[in-house]
């Protein structure tokens, strides 16, 4: 079930996405990382952190968006990047609210934590591995 879920949202993000000019989910993520201002080297380990990728990785999706300027030399939101994340950030809640509409709250809290439960022994595996 969380795979299919997964697939099907990982589809719709770009769709979504497409009119605020962001073109994937790594700039998504690598976005909304670069609005809490971290450090220009915090932020890119943040963002490989998330993505569970390498900070090479990491550098072609950050030099994707400095080249449409929505990134600026250090690594933060530029006045573009922020009105293109409000514009996505939007759009995501909206389809979120639409997504869930009609779901129990308290079904909602429990799919919450039965997820983030999953979420910590992928987490937990994936360290246990790179340590192999």
């Not at 990382?33 to 569970?52: R, W």
């Not at 933060?76 to 809640?93: C, D």
């Amino acid at each position: 079930m969380i795979g299919p879920t997964e697939n099907a949202l990982r589809a719709l993000l770009p769709i979504v996405l497409a009119p605020s000019g962001i073109r994937s989910y790594e700039e998504w993520v690598a976005l909304n990382i670069a609005a809490a201002d971290l450090p220009s080297a915090e932020t890119v380990q943040a963002i490989a952190t998330a993505l569970k990728t390498s900070s090479e990785r990491v550098m072609e999706t950050v030099g994707a968006l400095r080249s449409r300027e929505l990134f600026d030399d250090q690594h933060q939101l530029t006045p573009e990047g922020n009105a293109q994340l409000r514009t996505a950030r939007h759009a995501v809640t909206e389809m979120t609210q639409d997504l869930l509409r009609g779901i129990d709250e308290a079904d909602l809290h429990l799919t919450a934590r039965v997820l983030d439960t999953v979420r910590q022994h992928a987490e937990a595996e994936l360290a246990a591995r790179a340590t192999e």
